[in-house]
Nanobody, 121 residues
């Protein structure tokens, strides 16, 4: 089970940190990812991190502004979101994958329910 938190309303240029807590014993060996879905749009990849935290991948649209990290001792993955833009507004989903590298929806096996991020201009 994956449970996201940390979403909310923020002004453009502001910051938020999303958290995703996982239950189960496989978190420390899972690739974790963040995706987002805006109204009327398809769900899209945002970032992923390998089980060790040694490898990260980002969508071009968020590079330099969003940072994914994880704490395996806490079964938690984070998404630090800085310099937020109105186009970052979406429901953000946490997901877990058994693959070493996963940047597509199809590569993920488990999903959270999502947390809403709203960015005012």
């Amino acid at each position: 089970q994956l449970v996201e938190s940390g979403g909310g309303l923020v002004q453009a240029g502001g910051s938020l940190r999303l958290s995703c807590v996982a239950s189960g014993r496989t978190f420390s060996t899972s690739t974790m990812g963040w995706f987002r879905q805006a109204p009327g749009k398809e769900r899209e990849f945002v970032a992923s991190i390998s089980w060790s935290g040694g490898s990260t991948y980002y969508a071009d649209s968020v590079k330099g502004r969003l940072t994914i990290s994880r704490d395996n001792a806490k079964n938690t993955v984070y998404l630090q979101m800085n310099s937020l833009k109105p186009e970052d507004a979406a429901v953000y989903y946490c997901a877990a994958s058994a693959r070493l590298v996963a940047t597509r929806i199809a590569g993920y096996d488990y999903w959270g329910q999502g947390t809403q991020v709203t960015v005012s201009s």
